[in-house]
């Protein structure tokens, strides 16, 4: 890949890693950091990426990056505030917070398939090469996510 090649990819594909690794996190300074991480390595391996290759290779670095973030996050901070949350949505609340709820309370995998999938449209193929998920994994994982999520957005007390 040639310098040209890398910044036509920064233009390109920063606002969805971006927007992808942001809607896990929810934080924007670790987002930032993580897809600054992704785009550094990428640099720094540009000589050995086919231009064409590049945006599943970003997004594979990027969401590794994210996993060992979260992890990283989980060894340092307990949150308890989570376990006391979890599941109440008080009457009023708008939809978004209702999805970002039933979204929260998915494993770190199931997540990111969703985000994956639902929001950035990629193909069951895609998502294998990003997350290193064989094709029927991703799949199966996908459709457990979407049922735990179904359960939980049809429960009476999480409806608006």
């Known amino acids: 890949m040639t310098e040209k090649e890398y910044n036509e ?10 927007r992808f690794i942001y809607k896990n996190l929810r934080n ?27 945006k599943s290779f970003l997004f594979t670095v990027a969401y590794n990056q994210m996993i060992d973030h979260i992890r990283k996050e989980k060894r340092v901070v ?7 949350s979890a599941g109440i949505v008080l009457p009023g609340n708008d939809i978004k917070r209702v999805l970002e ?5 998915l494993n770190e995998t199931q997540k990111s398939l969703v985000m994956l999938k639902d929001y950035e449209g990629y193909s069951y193929e895609e998502i294998g090469k990003i997350t290193g998920l064989s094709e029927s994994q991703v799949k199966v994982y996908l459709h457990r996510a979407r049922v735990q999520l179904k359960e939980y957005l049809v429960k009476m007390d999480n409806l608006i």
């Open 9 to 18: 990819c920064v233009n390109e594909y920063a606002d969805n890693v971006y």
């Open 28 to 54: 924007e300074e670790d987002a930032r950091d993580v897809v600054q991480s992704a785009f550094e390595k990428m640099w720094r391996n540009r000589e050995t990426i086919d231009y064409a290759k590049s």
């Open 78 to 84: 307990l949150k308890e505030e989570f376990r006391e």
């Open 101 to 105: 709820q039933a979204l929260d309370r």
